[in-house]
């Protein structure tokens, strides 16, 4: 079963404006991470934000925030007031159960985010 | 700069050889290193996680015969594709976690590598 669900396989965004990448994930671990990369067609992953499953607060860097629902089981990342530079795959992954230095991270299928001059 | 260094970033051999990639922490001490692999146009998928000083764990359907994983030292793991074939052609990236971050989420890709099997 997929663990990590990206629903949007591409997305096309004026610039400025704001943009949601949904994530859904699947998990019986009460202690997971969920984490959002970037690849940018040069192929490197960057690492933009993490939640933690116990964290109270969502989690934001700068322009991503992170909408943390635990409920439904959803971790969208929300990036404000796009750029042109925002244009790459945006990944979805988790961490499940408790860390451990052999965990893994499992990635969803990715979002290829396009922004509009 | 980048943490974690992945050589060569790009290389083309020859079906039935063997080609070896290399996957660098710089300034840091990583027990433990993923290899993932990458189609164009898809997600990571874990191959195996390189265990320093032991064998790699592979998941399921990753021949550990044809992928072999090394993890001489705290800084370096190579992955091997021996015998190659083109259908083994793709993008191989590494990642490593910080030994000394007990939350286990600080992890650094590598640059990744392009397989070109010809």
């Known amino acids: 079963a997929q663990k990590i669900t990206q629903t949007q396989p591409g997305m096309f965004v004026q610039e400025k404006e704001a943009v949601t990448l949904d994530c859904t994930y699947d998990t019986s671990d009460q202690s997971y991470g969920l984490f959002w990369y970037k690849q940018p067609s040069s192929g490197e992953m960057i690492f933009l934000i993490y939640q933690g499953s116990y964290d109270e607060q969502n989690a934001t860097e700068g322009r991503y925030s992170l909408n943390f629902q635990k409920a439904r089981k959803s971790a969208n990342l929300v990036i404000s007031a796009s750029q042109l530079g925002d244009s790459a795959m945006y990944f979805c992954a988790m961490r499940e159960g408790r860390y451990s230095s052999a965990s893994k991270i499992i990635f969803g299928s990715g979002t290829r985010l396009s922004i509009r001059p | 700069g980048a943490v974690v260094s992945q050589h060569p970033s790009r290389v083309i051999c020859k079906s039935g050889t063997s080609v070896k990639i290399e996957c660098r922490s710089l300034d840091f001490q990583a027990t433990t290193m993923f290899w993932y692999r990458q189609f164009p146009k898809k997600s990571l998928m874990l191959m195996a996680t390189s265990n320093e000083g032991s064998k790699a764990t592979y998941e399921q359907g990753v021949e550990k015969d044809k992928f072999l994983i090394n993890h001489a030292s705290l800084t370096l793991s190579t992955l091997t594709v021996t015998s190659a074939h083109p259908e083994d052609s793709s993008f191989y990236i590494c990642?490593?976690?910080?030994?000394?971050?007990?939350?286990?989420?600080?992890?650094?890709f590598g640059e990744g590598s392009w397989l070109t099997v010809v």
């Open positions: 990642s490593a976690r910080l030994v000394l971050d007990s939350s286990g989420n600080t992890i650094y």
